[in-house]
């Protein structure tokens, strides 16, 4: 199989690689520190036609594939994982499932303007009580003439606080579990709706995650998205596409410890050569190139399954898994390669570590992962 780049394909890459050295390198560092949203860096991302990157052109977006998304990620994650994770969650858990399942009236409203990136897009699942267990979702939707009334909560919402519009969870049917779930399209500031403070996180800081809470919420009722009860199918759907844009996230993030670590073994020495000259340093290197270029491989696959429209949940689940924990690895090891300088925040290596962490958990754990996995093998 011939995994070379289209030139469409390159130039994506290339104008991603340099947005992110260009407009995302130079303060990232204080971005993490500072907490800072990158809301000037969004909108010249957004000139560029990334936010809508696959939504096609009728709608605002580029019209471009799923390979095309992956690069973008990659390359934007490598020097700012929480603008990776934004640009990821605007293009997968709100625009993707606008685009297969809203009406015309609702793409025309709300997914142009994601696309174009005049709106941000989030995503609202998870609660308190309700992480990896959708049927224990305790967020209503009762229908009340032309709207929906929502009660309830949610948490770890991303852009929770600069999102304009969120794909929402909520049960019209307790009775019917997961089956019962209804998703809506929910604007940032309907009356009822109040967000609550801004996490304090391990990593990706420049990315705020809130809580929302809904007190008599009403939602018209032409924000329904799909049909009633069809919420879980259009969660997975979105999740599926999730969790590509998460393993392409990961990705930059062990590229990029993999980078700093080939620059500084050979820039310090120890025992009167360089790092580079050790076969210990050598071996971890070797290691690292091996994992990443294994974890891209499964990304392409997920990502050329979802361009032929083929069902790609188990790949999506394996590039994910795998993603994340070579991310992980990889940001281990280089903080271990730059030794003790590796432990401060003079070195980039640090934030990797810190940032890695989260690809293992969001959007499904990793022992969720395995269980997507099993679970197509054994059906």
């Keep these: 199989m011939d995994f070379k780049l289209t030139e469409e394909q390159q130039m994506i890459r290339e104008t991603a690689r340099e947005f992110a050295q260009n407009e995302l390198a130079p303060g990232v560092a204080e971005r993490d520190r500072d907490e800072n949203f990158p809301g000037e860096q ?18 605002g977006g580029a019209g471009l594939d799923p390979i095309c998304s992956c690069l973008a990620i990659e390359e934007i994650s490598k020097i700012d994982a929480s603008m990776g994770v934004i640009l990821s969650v605007t293009n997968s858990l709100a625009c993707h499932p606008i685009e297969r399942f809203g009406t015309e009236e609702q793409k025309r409203r709300y997914l142009v303007p994601l696309a174009s990136g005049q ?10 009580g309700a992480g990896s267990d959708a049927a224990a979702l305790t967020t209503t939707a009762v229908r009340d003439g032309d709207f929906y009334v929502i009660n309830g909560g949610k948490n770890f919402v991303t852009s929770g ?17 997961a089956k019962g779930i209804s998703a809506f399209i929910l604007e940032q500031g309907t009356p009822g709706m109040t967000v609550g403070h801004k996490e304090k996180k391990l990593g990706i800081r420049g990315s705020d995650t809130t809580s929302f809470s ?95 429209g083929d069902r790609y ?35 980039p290596v640090e934030r990797f570590m810190r940032d890695a962490k989260i690809t293992e958990i969001y959007e499904g754990t990793s022992e969720v992962q395995r269980m997507v996995i099993a679970n197509s093998l054994l059906r």
Excluded: W
């Design 42 to 59: 969004l909108k010249k991302l957004g000139e560029l036609g990334f936010m809508g990157i696959t939504v096609p052109e009728e709608y």
């Design 119 to 128: 709106m941000l897009g989030g995503f609202s699942m998870s609660e308190p």
């Design 161 to 177: 606080k600069n999102g304009d519009v969120f794909i929402l969870m909520a049960v019209t049917d307790k009775a019917k579990g």
């Design 214 to 308: 809904f007190d008599d919420c009403r939602i018209p009722k032409e924000n329904l998205l799909g049909e009633e009860e069809m919420g879980f199918k259009i969660a997975l759907t979105a999740l599926d596409s999730g969790r590509l844009g998460i393993a392409c996230q990961a990705l930059g993030i062990a590229g990029a410890a993999l980078d700093e670590s080939i620059k500084y073994s050979k820039e310090r020495k120890q025992f009167g050569k360089f790092l580079s000259e050790f076969q210990a340093i050598q071996f971890k290197l070797a290691d690292m190139e091996t994992q990443i270029n294994a974890t891209r491989l499964l990304i392409y696959q997920a990502a050329m399954k979802k361009d032929r």
């Design 313 to 347: 949940s188990k790949e999506a689940a394996m590039a994910k898994l795998y993603a994340s924990e070579v991310a992980m690895r990889c940001s281990i090891e280089a903080v271990q390669i730059h030794g003790g300088y590796g432990y401060t925040k003079d070195y």
